[in-house]
């Protein structure tokens, strides 16, 4: 006897490209609870069954987390962000700080080299943000500031390629950041962006990849501090 896969109705994937949309639009970021079922009911104007058909397929391609009593979560931002978190949740964090620095500095230096106007607009935003997150003393805040900022430097790079691989591992590299950064921020452990923005902005690409490569160091060596520790 041969098998057939069951088809999926085509509403479900109307559905299914609605909320995608709203994770990859940002409007629901990664970490943030989705609308509860009723909620997306009454705002899609479909069955029960049919959104919760759309989240099934949804959590099972790695973008949200469906947690029993909590709700649904954003985990990631397209499929292979989910399949990267999936694949390297486990992994050892230096080789992930490793990984890291390898991307950034090689960012930083396209960033230096390429850089419009309003990247410089938007990476003193993102700087400003980040600073105000590092004020309030709350780690998810900054971890998230911290993570877009860099993003921010990546995508000045202007090159899609290594933009969209950095972004698809982003759930990986902010699991990564929670675990450097710890229950609280530390004031000894603070690292001032402005430098490495500075670069970007004077077109000084060699000294963009030194900050950036200094970052990165700075990262892996209190990753291996806390690993000796634990």
């Known amino acids: 006897m041969s098998l057939t896969s069951p088809r999926r109705s085509a509403l479900a994937d109307q559905v299914i490209d609605q909320l995608r949309n709203e994770i990859t639009s940002g409007a629901w970021p990664v970490g943030s609870r989705i609308p509860t079922e009723p909620e997306l009911v009454e705002q899609l104007g479909v069955a029960r069954n049919t959104v919760r058909e759309a989240i099934r397929a949804l959590a099972h391609n790695g973008l949200l987390d469906i947690r029993q009593g909590s709700g649904t979560y954003v985990v990631a931002t397209s499929e292979l962000a989910g399949v990267m978190h999936r694949r390297f949740a486990d992994a050892d964090p230096r080789h992930v700080a490793e990984l890291r620095g390898a991307l950034e500095t090689a960012a930083a230096r396209m960033a230096a080299e390429r850089r419009t106007p309003a990247d410089l607009r938007r990476l003193d935003a993102l700087l400003t943000t980040r600073e105000a997150a590092w004020r309030t003393g709350?780690?998810?805040?900054?971890?998230?500031?911290?993570?877009?900022?860099?993003?921010?430097?990546?995508?000045?790079?202007?090159?899609?390629?290594?933009?969209?691989?950095?972004?698809?591992?982003?759930?990986?590299?902010?699991?990564?950041?929670?675990?450097?950064?710890?229950?609280?921020?530390?004031?000894?452990?603070?690292?001032?962006?402005?430098?490495?923005?500075?670069?970007?902005?004077?077109?000084?690409?060699?000294?963009?990849?030194?900050?950036?490569?200094?970052?990165?160091?700075?990262?892996?060596?209190?990753?291996?501090?806390?690993?000796?520790?634990?």
């Open 138 to 230: 709350e780690v998810e805040r900054f971890v998230e500031a911290d993570a877009t900022f860099h993003l921010g430097i990546v995508k000045a790079s202007h090159n899609e390629v290594l933009t969209g691989l950095y972004a698809d591992l982003g759930t990986v590299l902010r699991t990564f950041l929670r675990h450097d950064v710890g229950d609280q921020l530390d004031p000894e452990s603070y690292m001032d962006h402005a430098r490495l923005l500075t670069a970007v902005r004077e077109r000084d690409a060699e000294r963009a990849e030194r900050e950036a490569a200094a970052h990165t160091r700075t990262c892996r060596a209190f990753t291996a501090a806390r690993a000796g520790a634990s």
